[in-house]
């Protein structure tokens, strides 16, 4: 049988079924369980145990890819909108653009609604690469994580500057010369980085206002570290490791 819904649909059948009974048969089948009940308990027995199987071999099975009914463009412009972040509740998405000119920090709410620009009036200059980490949310969701510095800066001597979210804000300095920041799952902790140009990356790590801060892997020459993300349970940092600062050439996953 397919299913336990064959099986009660054979069973119900087989109850309803006509049956002409002699003299004393009331008797004896109030004692011994008719060949027809007996068939049905055992039928649905196997259909059960069949279900139980199917079920925790479904279990068993390794998830496929994702599938997708439809997709939303969020954002329709000629510029270059890059490294979106979703708020922990859904609500809002963070990305980069340089729809005016310079790459900002831009919102927009899933629900509608012009994107709000959180960085065109804070005299920052922010990143406009991100092959090293891009933006992060809080997770609480009520900060947002760039890379910025001075105008004139250059890549390797811009900061991470933590904003409100989702309106925007004063933003402050949080971490100097350091880039890729990501926080932990609890939000008691950051990684990031802290690039050294052709001396290599270092991965730190600290509390999540900046102090106590610690090294977890030491720069090597000439490999750098991109895109470092917390395990779930906040026990290990993940990291691409390669010799490119873009990425242009095969990379390794790292942990640690």
Same mark, same amino acid.
């Given at each position: 049988?397919?299913? $336990?819904?064959?099986?009660?649909?054979? $069973?119900?059948?087989? =109850?309803?079924?006509?049956?002409?009974?002699?003299?004393?048969?009331?008797?004896?089948?109030?004692?011994?369980?008719?060949?027809?009940? =007996?068939?049905?308990?055992?039928?649905?027995?196997?259909?059960?145990?069949?279900?139980?199987?199917?079920?925790?071999?479904?279990?068993?099975?390794?998830?496929?890819?994702? =599938?997708?009914?439809?997709?939303?463009?969020?954002?329709?412009?000629?510029?270059?909108?890059?490294?979106?972040?979703?708020?922990?509740?859904?609500?809002?998405?963070?990305?980069?653009?340089?729809?005016?000119?310079?790459?900002?920090?831009?919102?927009?709410?899933?629900?509608?609604?012009?994107?709000?620009?959180?960085?065109?009036?804070?005299?920052?200059?922010?990143?406009? =690469?991100?092959?090293?980490?891009?933006?992060?949310?809080?997770?609480?969701?009520?900060?947002?994580?760039?890379?910025?510095?001075?105008?004139?800066?250059?890549?390797?001597?811009?900061?991470?500057?933590?904003?409100?979210?989702?309106?925007?804000?004063?933003?402050?300095?949080?971490?100097?010369?350091?880039?890729?920041?990501?926080?932990?799952?609890?939000?008691?902790?950051?990684?990031?980085?802290?690039?050294?140009?052709?001396?290599?990356?270092?991965?730190?790590?600290?509390?999540?206002?900046?102090?106590?801060?610690?090294?977890?892997?030491?720069?090597?020459?000439?490999?750098?570290?991109?895109?470092?993300?917390?395990?779930?349970?906040?026990?290990?940092?993940?990291?691409?490791?390669?010799?490119?600062?873009?990425?242009?050439?095969?990379?390794?996953?790292?942990?640690?």
């Amino acid at each position: 049988l397919r299913d $336990i819904g064959d099986a009660r649909i054979v $069973i119900e059948e087989a =109850l309803s079924a006509p049956h002409t009974r002699s003299a004393g048969e009331e008797d004896r089948r109030s004692r011994f369980p008719s060949p027809v009940a =007996l068939a049905a308990v055992a039928l649905a027995s196997a259909a059960v145990t069949y279900g139980l199987g199917a079920f925790a071999s479904r279990g068993r099975e390794t998830a496929g890819p994702p =599938l997708f009914d439809h997709l939303v463009r969020l954002v329709a412009s000629p510029a270059h909108e890059f490294s979106p972040v979703i708020s922990p509740d859904g609500k809002w998405v963070a990305y980069l653009s340089n729809a005016r000119g310079p790459t900002d920090v831009w919102l927009r709410s899933l629900s509608g609604g012009d994107a709000l620009n959180l960085t065109a009036a804070l005299g920052l200059e922010v990143t406009a =690469l991100d092959a090293i980490g891009g933006i992060d949310v809080s997770p609480d969701g009520t900060q947002l994580a760039f890379v910025a510095g001075t105008p004139g800066v250059t890549s390797t001597g811009m900061s991470t500057f933590v904003i409100p979210a989702p309106l925007g804000g004063s933003p402050r300095q949080l971490l100097q010369r350091a880039q890729g920041m990501r926080w932990s799952p609890d939000g008691r902790q950051i990684t990031y980085i802290r690039p050294g140009g052709s001396f290599g990356d270092s991965l730190m790590a600290a509390d999540a206002d900046g102090q106590n801060e610690r090294e977890l892997v030491r720069h090597e020459g000439g490999r750098h570290i991109h895109w470092p993300r917390w395990s779930a349970d906040g026990r290990h940092v993940y990291f691409h490791y390669g010799f490119q600062t873009a990425n242009a050439e095969q990379t390794e996953i790292f942990r640690v």
